[in-house]
Nanobody, 123 residues
Framework: DVQLVESGGGSVQAGGSLRLSCTVSRGTISRYCMGWFRQAPGKERGGVAAISPAGTTIYTDSVRARFTISQDNARNMLYLQMNSLQPEDTAMYYC??????????????????WGQGTQVTVS
């Protein structure tokens, strides 16, 4: 099975930026729908952004103008550039992978493969 490891989380002040990375192994990133999800304490895990094998991107409305998902097929890496971070962006962020072309959108249950998460704290 594909394995995912997130990195790049941390603490930042409101208005700041972070770039999350997801290292993909035991699989070729270009064959998967790749996504970023987040979960704040006491809340359900929700979709942030996804990118299909064809490069089509999907964003949840609250991050559309601030976050950018991208991938480097040569390096088998997924990224999430997060700008203008706000306290409400504070959460554990997870990288996820699914077969297909992201037809399931940002539904967590459509993604069978998950990383362990990286914490993002905005104050």
């Amino acid at each position: 099975d594909v394995q995912l490891v997130e990195s790049g989380g941390g603490s930042v002040q409101a208005g700041g930026s972070l770039r999350l990375s997801c290292t993909v192994s035991r699989g070729t990133i270009s064959r998967y729908c790749m996504g970023w999800f987040r979960q704040a304490p006491g809340k359900e895990r929700g979709g942030v952004a996804a990118i299909s094998p064809a490069g089509t991107t999907i964003y949840t409305d609250s991050v559309r103008a601030r976050f950018t998902i991208s991938q480097d097929n040569a390096r088998n890496m997924l990224y999430l550039q997060m700008n203008s971070l706000q306290p409400e962006d504070t959460a554990m962020y997870y990288c996820a992978a699914a077969g297909g072309y992201c037809s399931g959108g940002l539904l967590a249950r459509q993604f069978p493969f998950w990383g362990q998460g990286t914490q993002v704290t905005v104050s």
